[in-house]
């Protein structure tokens, strides 16, 4: 069983936001490969969409209590790390890229961190969806921003060729 985890913030008021790539990323996904539409399951405390022998979760928890529901959900599926794939923003990569990695620090993202807390290490696959950086801003400012038209069209393109990755054997590398 491998589960895709997509980290977000749940609510209308963060839905466009940075923030929330993570779910942006894992609608796509299941739009492009077809799964069913994604259900509220409380005790997992998130919303899941499942298709032969892959779970997509979307945590309902907030990003910084992320782990809760990944831990919830790896647990009942006795799902091991290395079939645990996260995609989350990071605004320390340029927009319009992405790169995928495994057994990575946190690096300050406190949903990452919440599920390396929860799971008890960070052998797990990421993929680090590029936000944009921009001087003179904090991360968390950046991170709850919204895209512009003209961003949006990059986040498209990327958007598409991380939906080929996710299903391929992940390997570390840049998109």
């Not at 799964?35 to 499942?50: D, H, T």
């Not at 945590?59 to 647990?75: Q, Y």
Request: contains cysteine; proline residues 3%; positive net charge.
């Amino acid at each position: 069983m491998k589960l895709i985890v997509g980290l977000g913030n749940p609510g209308e008021k963060y839905r466009k936001t940075r923030h929330n790539i993570g779910f942006r990323v894992l609608d796509h996904f299941a739009e492009e490969k077809e799964f069913p539409l994604f259900k509220v399951e409380k005790k997992f405390s998130g919303e899941i969409s499942k298709k032969e022998n892959t779970i997509l979760l979307k945590p309902m928890t907030f990003m910084n209590r992320s782990g809760i529901s990944v831990h919830k959900l790896c647990n009942y599926y006795q799902i091991k790390p290395e079939n645990l794939l996260v995609v989350h923003d990071d605004t320390d990569i340029l927009l319009g890229k992405a790169k995928i990695d495994k057994n990575r620090s946190s690096a300050g993202h406190k949903g990452v961190q919440s599920i390396i807390d929860h799971l008890a290490t960070k052998d797990f696959w990421r993929v680090r969806f590029g936000v944009g950086t921009q001087s003179g801003k904090s991360a968390g400012d950046i991170a709850l921003g919204k895209f512009s038209h003209k961003e949006e069209k990059s986040i498209e393109e990327v958007m598409n060729k991380i939906v080929e990755e996710i299903l391929k054997n992940p390997e570390k590398k840049t998109i």
